[in-house]
């Protein structure tokens, strides 16, 4: 659950596959006893990946900012930019084991993430390296918990059948 941070992304594959994405955030919120009230703690971010009907559907209901419930496959990978070729990359993590000092942000150990185009602190050869999150979604809904919905049924075209009529053809 969270917010839409980004309006989706929509665009067709050259096999005519029909691609949204999207990114979420999503805020966690803690009881402030001194405060007596709750209060936003840290937010994380996470690129939401959507096919097909669901790409299109999505494209056409979701606006920035509206809260969402995501279901779908969480994959989070390690990626890098390599300078001297100039490309980015993924990197394998090792294993299902959690992230080296994910409680604190995930970083390796780090409290924030690398300064977007900055250095990862390895010199002028080293790689540059972050952390993704994507979710390959398989539902995407509005949050009714924070406000209305009005569902609107979407017809699919059905492909025609060439199927013989015992006619002839002139």
């Known amino acids: 659950m969270g917010n839409a941070a980004t309006r989706p992304d ?15 955030a ?6 402030d006893r001194g ?22 559907n999505v494209a056409g209901s979701v606006s920035l900012g509206e809260p969402l419930v995501v279901h779908g496959t969480l994959r989070v990978r390690e ?6 070729r100039e490309r980015e990359r993924d990197r394998p993590l090792q294993g299902d084991r959690p992230l080296q000092g ?6 390796g150990g780090a409290a924030t993430p690398p300064a977007p185009g900055g250095d990862s602190g ?9 952390v993704t999150a994507e979710i390959d979604a398989v539902a995407v809904g509005h949050d009714l918990t924070r406000g ?3 569902f609107r049924r979407v ?16």
Do not use: C, I, M
């Open 10 to 24: 929509f665009w067709e594959t050259a096999a005519g596959v029909a691609v949204a994405r999207f990114r979420l």
């Open 26 to 31: 999503a805020t966690v919120r803690r009881w």
């Open 35 to 56: 405060r007596d009230a709750w209060a936003d703690a840290y937010t994380s971010f996470y690129t939401v990946w959507t096919w097909r009907s669901l790409a299109a």
């Open 79 to 84: 990626r890098e930019w390599d300078r001297e």
């Open 102 to 107: 994910e409680g604190e942000g995930g970083w």
């Open 122 to 130: 390895g010199g002028a050869h080293q790689p540059r390296r972050w």
């Open 148 to 150: 209305t919905s009005a």
């Open 155 to 170: 017809s699919q075209a059905k492909p025609l059948l060439n199927t013989p009529t015992g006619a002839t053809s002139p």
